[in-house]
């Protein structure tokens, strides 16, 4: 069973930044696709960023040029790292492995607020 935890999130001005972190309870190297969503109040979830597990990384237009979906192979954990964050980037954000062995799973979601 998959087990993702996410941490990170907070309060930011917006051009900050923030980098949010995914720890997965098995090796990520298993996992065939991880990603990061995010869902702000009154909409659905949608995807950020993704990585797949031969280290490829794709990136929604929303993301393009300010997020970067990273790993650490070793710790099991994947990143996001989110530089000129705007209000509309406010939202709760998932992590999400996708595997043939577990399925989909999902985190509990970490909220990210940009606002001054």
């Known amino acids: 069973q998959v087990q993702l935890v996410e941490s990170g999130g907070g309060l930011v001005q917006p051009g900050g930044s923030l980098t949010l972190s995914c720890v997965s309870s098995?090796?990520?190297?298993?996992?065939?696709?991880m990603g990061w969503h995010r869902q702000a109040p009154g909409k659905q979830r949608e995807l950020v960023a993704s990585?797949?597990?031969?280290?490829?990384?794709y990136y929604t237009d929303s993301a393009k040029g300010r997020f970067t979906i990273s790993r650490d192979i070793a710790k099991n954990t994947v990143y996001l790292q989110m530089n000129s964050l705007k209000p509309e980037d406010t939202a709760v954000y998932y992590c999400?492995?996708?595997?043939?062995?577990?399925?989909?799973?999902w985190g509990q979601g970490t909220q990210v607020t940009v606002s001054s």
């Open positions: 999400n492995a996708d595997s043939s062995r577990w399925g989909i799973r």
């Open positions: 098995v090796s990520i190297l298993s996992i065939a696709t």
């Open positions: 990585i797949i597990s031969g280290g490829s990384a």
